[in-house]
């Protein structure tokens, strides 16, 4: 599969090449009086990613579908998001994601540009 999110039963939602990926380890720390510190991973899956997606001058009819299909998970329901990885058999990996915000600015005719927020999940 490509790059992204299947949307309606075999539509595959692919985002603009400016497709980011934010990780922040999550670390617990505890500093002792004579300057050393000792660090420890926080969890088991200890990294936050959030990616940042952008569907630009895209057909209203589009960007409509891939809302609604938003709107019905309303920030709660994980679903399947393939990312690039070189490391992986095929060079992708598909990952559990729910989407936090997302933007939709309305253009010109029936052109629309959406702004979607995925924050990964560990999720059977």
């Given at each position: 599969?490509?790059?992204?999110?299947?949307?309606?039963?075999?539509?595959?939602?692919?985002?603009?090449?400016?497709?980011?990926?934010?990780?922040?380890?999550?670390?617990?720390?505890?500093?002792?009086?004579?300057?050393?510190?000792?660090?420890v991973a926080d969890g088991i899956n200890s990294i936050e990613e959030t990616f940042s997606l952008t569907f630009a001058n895209r057909e209203n009819d589009f960007v409509d579908d891939v809302t609604a299909f938003l709107d019905a998970k309303k920030g709660v329901?994980?679903?399947?998001?393939?990312?690039?990885?070189?490391?992986?058999?095929?060079?992708e990996r598909t990952i559990k994601v729910v989407c936090d915000s997302y933007a939709t600015t309305y253009l010109?005719?029936?052109?629309?540009?959406?702004?979607?927020?995925?924050?990964?999940?560990?999720e059977a």
């Open positions: 599969m490509a790059t992204g999110f299947i949307y309606t039963g075999t539509q595959v939602a692919t985002p603009d090449k400016s497709m980011s990926r934010d990780a922040k380890p999550k670390v617990l720390t505890s500093k002792f009086g004579d300057g050393y510190e000792q660090r329901s994980k679903f399947n998001f393939t990312i690039p990885d070189s490391n992986a058999s095929g060079n010109y005719d029936n052109f629309y540009t959406l702004s979607v927020n995925l924050r990964r999940v560990y």
